[in-house]
């Protein structure tokens, strides 16, 4: 794969080396990139939902079923914690997506007072297609990269996660 050209991100970190020269850049330019790069891929990433008649959340909920494994039915908590959303929030998907008749609330067998959540035959179906959409896309988002590359920044990137999520 070529060499990567000058970009935006270049011109910012030029202009604080002019203004700033005291200052160590590499840094703002690798985290600036990665900002930028996580703006883009979201666009191009959501663009496979809205094609679908879905919006990011209600993905994430439908997949969360499906990957859930059969029944294919989860805990509105156990849903809302998995996804990092508060209970009203996920209220309020829960209500698009059984409005759609993507999800079912049932009664839950153990604990008459609860209710869980249920995939449908139509969202099961749409989930599945969609995350063949979905992994499709992402793997022709990263096609310019190498396999070692790929590799590479796999591991790069779970390095770097892993330290900042422990607060190192």
């Not at 203004?19 to 930028?36: Q, T």
């Not at 994430?60 to 996804?83: F, H, I, K, Q, Y």
Request: no cysteine.
């Amino acid at each position: 794969m070529g060499e990567a050209k000058a970009d935006v991100v270049d011109a910012i970190v030029a202009q604080w080396q002019r203004e700033r020269p005291d200052l160590e850049l590499e840094a703002m330019a690798i985290v600036g990139r990665l900002g930028r790069l996580l703006i883009v891929a979201q666009r191009v990433i959501e663009e496979v939902f809205t094609a679908h008649g879905l919006q990011r959340g209600e993905f994430d909920v439908l997949a969360a079923l499906r990957r859930s494994g059969e029944p294919w039915e989860l805990n509105p908590s156990v849903l809302a914690d998995t996804l990092m959303l508060s209970r009203a929030g996920m209220t309020g998907r829960l209500d698009r997506l059984e409005s759609a008749g993507l999800v079912r609330r049932i009664a839950d067998p153990d604990d008459r007072r609860a209710v869980r959540v249920a995939l449908t035959a139509d969202g099961r179906k749409l989930v599945d297609t969609v995350v063949t959409a979905h992994t499709e896309n992402e793997t022709r988002m990263l096609s310019v990269l190498s396999a070692k590359d790929r590799g590479d920044l796999d591991r790069i990137a779970r390095m770097l996660l892993g330290s900042l999520e422990s607060g190192a």
